[in-house]
């Protein structure tokens, strides 16, 4: 199993970055998905979730109405728009892979496969 996310990047504080997870190996529809982040010296948290339909999303609060998951069960793709970036949302993104349960778990102990990770830094 791999994941391969994409799309990190050095932007300015209010632009826009869009995240990609390609997965391979697994039969990707029957799998929810997640993006979490780590920022240095904090925990990996739970950023946003997809059901394995794409039927049902969660957020974490601090970037509720700014970003968007999405999935394409043809592409083997699970994105993440980031719209109105903060500073504090720089970090290491991961997209990680869950085969029980329909929908997303924020605890990354729930999950059985993870991305390399991918680097957004957001300056003020």
């Known amino acids: 199993v791999q994941l391969q996310a994409s799309g990190g990047g050095l932007v300015q504080a209010g632009d826009y970055l869009r995240l990609s997870c390609a997965a391979s190996g697994l039969t990707f529809r029957s799998y929810v998905m997640g993006w979490f982040r780590q920022a240095p010296g904090k925990e990996r948290e739970f950023v946003a979730g997809?059901?394995?339909?794409?039927?049902?999303?969660n957020y974490a609060d601090s970037v509720k109405g700014r970003f968007t998951i999405s999935r394409d069960n043809a592409k083997n793709t699970v994105y993440l728009q980031m719209n109105s970036l903060k500073p504090e949302d720089t970090a290491v993104y991961y997209c990680?892979?869950?085969?029980?349960?329909?929908?997303?778990?924020?605890?990354?102990?729930?999950?059985?496969?993870w991305g390399q990770g991918t680097l957004v830094t957001v300056s003020s």
């Open positions: 990680a892979a869950k085969q029980y349960g329909r929908s997303a778990s924020r605890s990354p102990r729930d999950y059985d496969y």
């Open positions: 997809i059901s394995k339909d794409g039927g049902s999303t």
